[in-house]
């Protein structure tokens, strides 16, 4: 994976005026860090730094990163944002070599056409969309897909489905489920619903027994 070469300025004043003061000129401040280098305060251009990441590795982009006359590898983490504003706020520039494992998350794909899960009016429900991983910074998939043509109403397909590239270890659990397939809501309220009606039916059934238990006792 290539990557990025995004200029920053290093030097930039510490403190809440001066970050807003960066702010209205649309950079962001952040701070490099890593491999027993002291942390460096830097800001980077904000429209620049979303061009930056808007490739297919998205915030897995390595990012060659100028600062001050020198050039560090690094990935973008801890990327904070106003909680109104959707804007970025801060970010952390880790220091990466090119030979050494890191973690990231990736995005799972799904891919092909459920025809089983189709005609019998069920639901995909997905309930796992990334993977943990680790691999060196040039081998970090931008993504990772699962087919699920196959799959049917009733089944599920986990992490252990999904053909993992060469280079890269599995942080997720194999037995994880990415995705299963649902029956249709209108039958899967009818069962609950029948459930419902035969526990209570049940519970109705258990109270005359008390009841001549209690008569019993009184009895006696």
Request: hydrophobic fraction near 40%; avoid cysteine.
């Amino acid at each position: 994976m290539p990557e990025v070469v995004l200029a920053a300025e290093s030097g930039r004043e510490l403190g809440s005026s001066s970050t807003r003061r960066l702010r209205a000129q649309g950079k962001i401040p952040g701070v490099v860090y890593g491999h027993g280098a002291d942390p460096i305060p830097v800001a980077v251009g904000g429209r620049e730094f979303q061009i930056a990441l808007s490739g297919e590795a998205g915030l897995n982009t390595l990012l060659s990163l100028e600062v001050g006359g020198k050039n560090f590898l690094t990935l973008a983490r801890d990327i904070q944002r106003h909680p109104f504003k959707n804007v970025v706020t801060h970010i952390d520039f880790q220091i990466v070599r090119r030979d050494e494992l890191i973690s990231a998350e990736i995005t799972i794909n799904l891919v092909g056409e459920p025809i089983e899960v189709q005609h019998g009016d069920g639901i995909v429900d997905q309930q796992l969309f990334t993977l943990a991983i680790k691999a060196k910074p040039a081998d970090i998939p931008p993504s990772v897909d699962l087919d699920i043509s196959e799959l049917t109403i009733g089944a599920a397909l986990h992490v252990s489905d999904i053909a993992i590239p060469k280079g890269v270890e599995l942080e997720t659990d194999p037995e994880a489920t990415v995705v299963a397939g649902q029956p249709p809501r209108v039958q899967a309220t009818a069962e609950e619903e029948a459930e419902a009606a035969a526990a209570l039916a049940g519970e109705a059934g258990e109270a005359p027994a008390a009841e001549s238990g209690d008569a019993e006792s009184a009895e006696g």
